[in-house]
């Protein structure tokens, strides 16, 4: 009875409160619970997804698929709540912070995403390709600068955001103000630039080359100030202490150097790595250095000492990404493996891998739904087979991996057609093993009904 009473209080709710849910594991199988947010909008609700599908079937992370091919970029509000990666299948990809549920894709650029940055006040996200546009995306408004020569390479925005700086693979830096409505260039490396960097100040621009330099640019007027060189090979990644005295630089020679500013000192070299270095990221207290690899590895450093501290295996081929939480207590790595895995921070241990069912191997099993908030807003659900999906859902579950044929089919969970109080999604395979012949079933409204396996079900909108 009390229970009941439980589940009478739920229901007087305020309407503005709509259902949100998750899945549990219940022994060997996994049910469906009603989830509390503090704020249940159709934004905190976000599409959720279950990093723990994968669990229990092999190598978790080999299940996991987070974009169809490599992941080249990672960027994270400034508010910590959402992830934002970019990959050579032309999608930019959001997922909600720290649980790694699958949010939305962003799909505009006709080629290879490159490069991300989002504004400091976190309103703006912008996104650069191989299709030689960088484009901006707010509150569902995209902006398009096309007709670049070359692509841009790296992308950052100045610390009060009235600018965004690229470095493109035409050896160019281009300059926008968007006070003054401007776009200059800056001219002086050889070869492409690969990486930038920007003082806390906003007064120094920094760039790294495949022409094997570091420089200083003075922002405001671009004068070049000072260049830097010591690595043997092109630089692939910078990274600058948040007080702007030490700035980290990574390179194709293996190593990770550390110099000193404004003079260019170098302090220290890190050589740990077997191979490229690519990935650069300091945590949000200036104590710890991460790096990533084309060796496979994310190693953290101790900061500005480098001492190494910890390796990190995960990835199963190069690491090319990587983003630190501003709370500094979990880190997301992208690989070439077409995954991101969240890992904790200090301690560097693994979190989860994040996945979209839709693109994952055969070995992830799951259904979709969605389901209307009260905002209108339609939000799509990731769920493994055979879980109860709640009434007023309309089942889309013939568009996820995991079944012959790639089709699955939808019934009633007490498999009466007339009153649709849940429904319960499941693989074609599963269906030919439990339901192989054709069966009938009466109701209490003396109705018959008959199905086969070829029938998919639909709520009522």
């Not at 991460?290 to 690491?319: A, C, E, M, Q």
Request: hydrophobic share 35%.
């Amino acid at each position: 009875m009390e229970e009941k009473k439980s589940q009478n209080e739920k229901s007087d709710e305020p309407e503005e409160e709509p259902e949100i849910f998750a899945i549990k594991r219940k022994g060997a199988k996994w049910v469906l619970t009603r989830r509390d947010f503090l704020t249940a909008t159709a934004a905190a609700a976000g599409a959720f997804i279950c990093s723990g599908i994968a669990e229990g079937k092999g190598n978790k992370h080999d299940d996991a698929m987070s974009h169809s091919k490599s992941i080249r970029a990672l960027a994270i509000t400034p508010d910590g709540k959402l992830l934002v990666s970019g990959s050579d299948d032309c999608s930019l990809k959001l997922w909600t912070l720290p649980d790694g549920a699958f949010y939305k894709a962003l799909e505009e650029h006709k080629d290879g995403v490159t490069a991300l940055t989002i504004s400091p006040e976190g309103l703006i996200l912008v996104s650069a390709g191989k299709d030689n546009t960088i484009k901006f995306w707010s509150e569902g408004q995209i902006k398009t600068l096309g007709g670049l020569p070359a692509p841009a390479c790296a992308i950052i925005f100045s610390p009060d955001g009235t600018k965004l700086i690229a470095g493109c693979k035409d050896n160019t830096i281009k300059v926008w103000d968007f006070v003054e409505e401007t776009v200059s260039g800056l001219e002086g490396h050889l070869l492409s630039v690969t990486a930038l960097a920007i003082t806390p100040d906003g007064k120094t621009l920094i760039s790294g080359s495949t022409d094997r330099t570091i420089k200083l640019w003075e922002l405001s007027t671009g004068e070049l100030l000072h260049t830097i060189t010591g690595h043997n090979e092109m630089i692939t990644a910078l990274a600058l202490s948040h007080d702007g005295k030490i700035l980290a630089s990574a390179s194709a020679d293996k190593t990770v150097k550390l110099w000193s500013l404004p003079d260019g000192t170098l302090l220290k070299t890190l050589s740990k790595h077997t191979g490229w270095v690519t990935s650069l990221a300091i945590s949000p207290d200036g104590k710890q250095l991460l790096s990533g690899s084309r060796d496979k590895t994310i190693k953290i450093w101790s900061f500005p000492r480098g001492t190494l501290v910890k390796t990190l295996n995960g990835h199963n081929d190069w690491v090319t990404s990587l983003a630190i939480t501003p709370d500094g207590k979990v880190f997301a790595s992208g690989s070439t493996d077409n995954t991101i895995i969240i890992w904790k921070l200090p301690e560097g241990e693994y979190k989860t891998s994040l996945m979209d069912l839709k693109i994952c191997s055969h070995s992830v099993t799951g259904i979709q739904y969605k389901i209307q908030t009260v905002t209108g807003e339609w939000i799509v659900y990731t769920l493994p087979y055979w879980a109860v999906i709640p009434a007023g859902a309309i089942c889309i579950c013939n568009c996820v991996p995991g079944s012959i044929a790639a089709s699955c089919s939808c019934v009633s969970y007490d498999m009466s057609f007339i009153d649709r109080a849940a429904c319960n999604c499941v693989s074609y395979e599963e269906w030919l093993k439990t339901y192989r012949d054709t069966k009938t079933y009466n109701d209490t409204y003396t109705y018959t009904y008959t199905y086969t396996y070829y029938t998919t079900y639909y709520y009522p909108n």
